[in-house]
Each structure stands twice: as structure tokens, then as C-alpha cells.
């Protein structure tokens, strides 16, 4: 993608935090200055800090921890899911939309489970997880494990996915 972004004439900044963003410039920790005429954040997902505050089990960057069964570690009656807990099981799962949906289905089922004193499904993640990004002009940049491919296709099918999933909720 890197690379992608180059020869797209994209410059790309790495290794910095950005500390003021204005209108038409942003400054980073390492006191570069950068003009923009936008910008694409891709900074990833960050804990929310009620977690720490609240006593419950964390991991090292401050996400709440939940077994299998997506409830919090020491806490039977709390679920969560999603880019803001981390599966104990499962330390290294990216926090990615594509695993936060196919939670939901799970959370769903073991909330009404618990309430009526059920047996809880585990929540077992796919091996890997299907990125694609669009690049612009009906092209997109796809990602499955350590394959990656750039093209018309992959844009067409990240469109398709993307219409059928919304077309879920209408």
C-alpha cells in the first residue's frame, strides 16, 4: 500500500504522532509542519480510558479483556465487542470492522442466552480477514493474509460486499 501511495505522488508520513491538526497544515511530535489539502488518518484503534478508570482487566494498551464467550474477564453479566475489547484467546486479533461483524451475531445470541440461563457460544475468529481499500478510480487494494493484489476487480468486489451489507439494514 506503501508503495501504492507513492507512486500515486501520495506523501507518506510515518513513525509520528500528530499533536494540532489545522485547516491547512498539520504539526507532529517531532515538530514537522506539514501542509494538507486533506487528510487520510489511518491511525488505528485506540482504548477508551473508562476501562482503566472503571477497575476492570485490561490488556497493556487499555482495552477491556473478554473471554470466548465475549464477556469481560471478571464480570459475567458485561459483554462487549468489537474494536474496543480484546479476546484473551486471542491477543493478537486485529481490531477490524470485519471481526467487530461477525461478533455481533454471538453477542446476540449469548445476551439472550444469559438472560434466559443458556449455554453461551464462543466466539471463534476467522484464520484471516478480507481487507479492501479503495484507491479511486474504481480500483481497489486487497489484503488477505499475506497475499495483496491492486485492481479493477478487487474494487468491484469490495463494492459488492459493501451493497449487500447495506442492503441487510434497509
Sequence with gaps: LKSLLIKKGV????DESVEEIH??????????????????????A??????KR????????GFALVRDTLQFQEYDYIF?????????????LQKSGVYAVKQGPVLWNNLSQF???QPLQEYDPQKNALYILSTG???????????????????????KIDRDFMAKYK
Design 11 to 14: 506523501q507518506v508520513w510515518e
Design 46 to 51: 485506540s482504548a477508551e480510558p473508562i476501562f
Design 115 to 117: 438472560l434466559s440461563g
Design 80 to 92: 462487549g465487542s468489537g474494536d474496543c475489547v480484546t479476546l484473551t484467546a486471542y491477543p493478537e
Design 54 to 61: 472503571s477497575g476492570v482487566e485490561v490488556d497493556e494498551k
Design 137 to 159: 478510480k474504481q480500483q481497489g487494494f486487497m489484503v488477505y493474509g499475506p497475499l495483496s493484489h491492486h485492481s479493477r476487480q478487487a474494487w468491484k468486489l469490495k463494492n
Design 23 to 44: 485547516d491547512h497544515y498539520i504539526v507532529t511530535d517531532s515538530g514537522n509542519k506539514i501542509r494538507h489539502t486533506s487528510v487520510l488518518w489511518l491511525g488505528g
